[in-house]
């Protein structure tokens, strides 16, 4: 594996991160998502990324998490980083949503409970809610690890006119932000353009989720909608309508590209983020062991041309590619 430092903080970690937003829930399979969480601490992927509302059932992947660490990695704790968020729709009424004092901390209160952490590494605001001043989620924040129930704290997708205030009010606290997380891909370009540069001025690792477009980026919908794909299963997070005609050209054009440097597109894809040295660890999803094993031979390759990039550029800068 191979390990990047967050910002300017003494922390490293994995260039790849594991997610259990999806595939890990109380409707999934428990024996592979144990073997996925097992097989990816074997190769290095120490890093887990969790948040309250993972599932479905919205927690069952933090009490799965929790169930899979005590039964296989109990004693390797301190050889691991895990993170939580809270900010997304939770339980009912209107303490379960939002950035509020209130929803943070409850929130972190049942994420330690589920997983049975006695801490976090990481605990991120998950979103900014449109409402609450960003002075009351900070200092949740804040509180967090004050209490000792997070080591560190991270905001996530941050628009860019609020990033600036979150890093100073967390910086004046003297519990900086370690990591800014934000959605990122060749089909994603957005926050590479708006987000990233701002955090490495303010000594914040970026992480970036969704890494592959939740699939698009694989492959695996070249010749159509694969039956127990995100696309085809109806969670409504990957739309049938966003694996639209232009898209799969796309992946089609960048698959070429992939076959030619001796990689899949998964791993392509992935390189081409990691290639980015502001990007600290990249967050993949996967619903099996093979894919795991196929996304940990993107670090085999990390390294462009200004031609492949080019070529990059143009084929995902067309109509229609990009999510944004
Ligand atoms: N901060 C936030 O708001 C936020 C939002 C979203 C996600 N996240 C984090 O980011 C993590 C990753 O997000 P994501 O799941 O969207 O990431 P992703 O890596 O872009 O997509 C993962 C999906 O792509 C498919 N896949 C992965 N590797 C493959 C391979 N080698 N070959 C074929 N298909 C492959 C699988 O889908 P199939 O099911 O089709 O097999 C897998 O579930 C989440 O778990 C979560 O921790 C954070």
């Known amino acids: 594996m191979k390990f990047n430092y967050c910002g300017n903080s003494g922390v490293q970690l994995p260039a790849l991160s594991l997610g259990l937003w999806h595939n890990f829930g109380s409707v999934d399979d428990f024996s592979v998502a144990t073997q996925m969480v097992v097989k990816a601490f074997d190769a290095g992927i120490c890093h887990f990324d969790l948040a309250n509302n993972y599932g479905p059932e919205p927690g069952s992947a933090e009490t799965n998490f929790g169930r899979i660490l005590k039964n296989e990695l109990a004693s390797h704790r301190d050889e691991m980083f895990i993170s939580s968020k809270a900010g997304h729709d939770m339980w009912p009424g209107v303490y379960g949503d ?27 605001s998950h979103r900014y809610d449109g409402v609450t001043p960003i002075e009351e989620t900070m200092q949740a924040l804040i509180d967090i690890v004050r209490q000792g129930k997070a080591l560190y704290v991270g905001i996530s997708k941050y ?13 004046e606290a003297k519990v900086p932000c370690l990591l800014s997380q934000y959605r990122c891909s060749m089909m994603d370009l957005k926050a590479k353009l708006e987000n990233f540069q701002l955090a ?38 990957l739309q049938l309508s966003q694996v639209n005609n232009e898209r799969v050209e796309a992946s089609r054009q960048l698959n070429e590209m992939a076959e030619q440097r001796g990689q899949s597109l998964a791993q392509m894809a992935l390189a081409w983020i990691l290639s980015d040295e502001r990007v600290t660890s990249l967050i993949i999803g996967t619903s099996s062991v093979a894919q795991l094993e196929d996304n940990l031979k993107a670090l085999d390759n990390l390294s462009f041309s200004q031609e492949e990039l080019d070529r990059i550029n143009e084929i995902c800068t067309k109509p229609n590619i990009q999510f944004e």
């Open 200 to 237: 490495k001025d303010n000594g914040s690792g970026v992480i970036c989720f969704s890494p592959l477009a939740q699939g698009v980026l694989t492959g695996k919908y070249l010749n159509g909608i694969p039956e127990n794909s995100r696309a085809a299963k109806s969670t409504g997070f």
């Open 98 to 124: 939002g950035s509020s004092r209130k929803n943070l901390i409850a929130s972190c209160n049942q994420s330690l409970k589920r997983t049975g952490l006695e801490y976090f590494d990481v605990f991120y």
């Open 159 to 171: 628009p860019p006119y609020l990033q600036q205030q979150c890093y100073d009010i967390l910086k």
